[in-house]
């Protein structure tokens, strides 16, 4: 009997973006401001600076703060000054590849599954997202050849129970862990509502446009937060796949706010 062997490629990026915002004021002390859309974290009162580029450089500068830089000791770090103090921490577990089990047989069909794990820790006092994202669609590519579809959840948001039709065959992914976007919480039943987590429950289909599958709010350094990814295939009596061995090859990127 012919068979469908399911491999998972993860990719993962941990990327650190650090946003300066400079407020000219008069001789006030410096303060957090915010509004319903905005928040300066921080600002500064001094005498001059700016932001400069070339081809291969950036610099942004500030001037009238004295003793700023960077200073430390056995038991801790001092970043003084508007430009060393705005640097966000952000890191990120690696992702292990993952091999989908059982492999399937191509004339009967049935459910492979497979799952990752991985800790992103920020000090960002905004938080941080992750998001995910396929390098080919679909997703599923076989060797020597075929496909298998990227789930396509049955209304707006995401299958509270993964299903599949007859003659179909489908990929899928599951998010779980804290700071989920309201996409992937569910009340018991049903998926975008409520705020609840149910195991292996909300699937969706993965893209090659970056989806969001977490927001987290505020630091959480040092410990960090969980997040598991849940995937599967599933393949009807009937579904005529060719076998082979078959590859997604997703990105997993962390990015602070």
């Known amino acids: 009997m012919s068979s469908i062997r399911l491999v998972l490629m993860s990719g993962y990026q941990a990327a650190l973006l650090v946003c300066l915002l400079v407020l000219s004021t008069s001789l006030i002390s410096a303060q957090v401001m915010s509004s319903a859309t ?4 921080t600002d500064s009162v001094n005498v001059g600076g700016g932001y400069g580029t070339s081809t291969s450089y950036t610099l942004e500068t500030t001037a009238g703060e004295v003793s700023s830089g960077l200073s430390s000791s056995t038991n801790y770090q001092l970043r003084a000054g508007y430009q060393q103090m705005q640097e966000v921490f952000l890191s990120m577990t690696a992702i292990a590849d993952v091999v989908m089990t059982p492999s399937l047989g191509g004339l009967t069909g049935g459910t492979s599954n497979g799952s990752t794990s991985f800790v992103v820790v920020t000090d960002s006092p905004s938080g941080y997202t992750l998001t995910l994202a396929a390098a080919l669609s679909p997703a599923m590519q076989g060797n020597p050849a075929g496909t298998i579809a990227n789930y396509a959840p049955a209304g707006g948001v995401p299958d509270f129970v993964f299903s599949t039709a007859a003659a179909q065959a489908r990929f899928g992914f599951s998010p779980e862990g804290v700071n989920l976007v309201a996409r992937y919480r569910d009340n018991g039943g049903a998926c975008g509502v409520s705020s609840g987590d149910t195991a292996l429950a909300c699937w969706d289909g993965v ?47 962390a990015l602070p706010l």
């Not at 905005?38 to 974290?41: A, E, G, H, L, T």
């Not at 997040?227 to 082979?244: C, E, Q």
């Open 38 to 41: 905005y928040r300066i974290q």
């Open 207 to 253: 893209s090659t446009t970056a989806q969001t599958i977490v927001t987290g709010t505020g630091s959480n350094h040092p410990s960090g937060a969980t997040t598991t990814l849940r995937f599967r295939v599933g393949i009807s009596s009937g579904a005529s796949v060719t076998a082979g061995t078959y590859t997604a090859t997703t990105t997993i990127t």
